[in-house]
């Protein structure tokens, strides 16, 4: 559990995914630049010497990051320290259960580097060195530290500010590309798609070209029935960001599957609440709505044995955030109407604590029987 552990979005990984990732734990230059030789280990992954003689050269790069003259010498002193001393370390199995810190301690390297020039190339010389460790091409790393390598690249900032940093924008190509490699492991891709969706809350994914290139692969995950449903529930989160309703058709029949998980069907109800549906024609509401009646339906049966308020509010909240948006298309047909009247009542039926659990249920079965 290590692997994921101080990760800021924590939230996102299931718990499915870091099973995978502990499940797998079971060429003459160092990436692009003369160095030390790779070795293969016992356990097959591929690993790069460290130069530990290289470890102070730390105590002159420090002070380089708060200020100074930054040219080719210092450029020089950043690749000999971290092409041949910190940046293998990422890559020995014996250290899969320190990558979180190392991690940590290279985001505080760059959220310290007040000299521009230098932060500027110490995230380029990062985004490198870990395109080329997480890659499926360039050897086989440990899972854990390619995993880590991806969630690094997410984290990566243009800007370091403390309130409103702005995602590195070379960055997000790399998070594509990752989604979009049929050879890459799941969890590295879960990986990328959190660095995906942290560039998405940071307003960060707003050319045309850009919105495009997120939005393609990640439809494809919407749209497949193979996939892991978790990652088509963050799928749906990214496109629910992204606001075209030129998906609406999609995260509705993902809402409205019966077969899915509740967690991937709420949060495609929630991805319809964020659409602009001003902008685009052909969208129906009371296909929409079809949609999330069907999960508002599937909820309240849902709850017959162990009932949860809790869980149940959750999911009934769900439909309500995406049918608010819904009902706005013009025109809204009586249908749209009716489930907001069955969500608010059963909502409030929820919220009553003067109702057992077993007259709560008995009552939201009448209104979602009347929805039938």
């Not at 991690?103 to 395109?131: D, E």
């Not at 590195?168 to 594509?176: D, G, Q, V």
């Not at 606001?243 to 809402?255: E, F, I, P, Q, T």
């Not at 969500?343 to 009553?352: E, F, Q, S, T």
Request: aromatic share 4%; charged share 25%.
């Amino acid at each position: 559990m290590l692997i994921f552990k101080r990760c800021n979005y924590s939230r996102h990984f299931p718990r499915s995914v870091v099973v995978l990732v502990l499940s797998l734990c079971a060429t003459g230059t160092l990436l692009g630049q003369e160095a030390a030789q790779p070795q293969q280990p016992a356990g097959g992954y591929r690993e790069l010497s460290v130069n530990s003689s290289k470890r102070l050269l730390l105590n002159k790069i420090k002070p380089l990051l708060r200020e100074g003259d930054f040219g080719e010498k210092e450029e020089a002193l950043f690749d000999d320290y971290f092409y041949r001393c910190a940046f293998p370390e990422w890559s020995l199995v014996a250290k899969r259960a320190d990558l979180v810190n190392l991690r940590h301690r290279h985001r505080i390297l760059l959220k310290n580097a007040k000299n521009p020039p230098a932060h500027k190339y110490l995230n380029k010389i990062t985004l490198n060195f870990m395109s080329i460790l997480a890659s499926t091409e360039k050897g086989n790393f440990h899972p854990a530290s390619r995993v880590n390598a991806m969630l690094l690249i997410g984290e990566l900032n243009d800007v370091e500010d403390s309130k409103a940093p702005r995602p590195m924008t070379a960055a997000l190509p790399k998070l594509i590309a990752t989604v979009n490699d049929p050879k890459q492991l799941d969890a590295v891709k879960v990986a990328a798609i959190v660095g995906i969706i942290r560039h998405g809350q940071s307003k960060a994914i707003t050319t045309p070209g850009a919105r495009s290139a997120v939005g393609r692969p990640m439809l494809n995950l919407v749209q497949s029935k193979t996939a892991d449903a978790w990652m088509r529930g963050q799928a749906a989160e990214v496109l629910g960001m992204l606001g075209s309703a030129a998906v609406a058709k999609d995260l509705a029949a993902m809402a409205g599957d019966s077969s899915l998980l509740f967690s991937a069907r709420c949060t495609a109800a929630r991805a319809l609440g964020r659409l602009n549906y001003r902008a685009t024609r052909g969208v129906k509401a009371d296909e929409l709505a079809a949609a999330l009646r069907q999960l508002l339906v599937d909820a309240v049966n849902a709850e017959t044995r162990a009932v949860s308020r809790r869980r149940l509010k959750a999911r009934v909240m769900a439909v309500s955030t995406g049918l608010k948006r819904v009902a706005t298309i013009v025109p809204s047909p009586p249908a749209v109407a009716s489930l907001a009247t069955a969500v608010a009542a059963i909502l409030g039926d929820v919220n009553n604590q003067d109702l057992t659990d077993s007259e709560m249920i008995m009552k939201i079965k009448e209104e979602a029987d009347k929805l039938k």
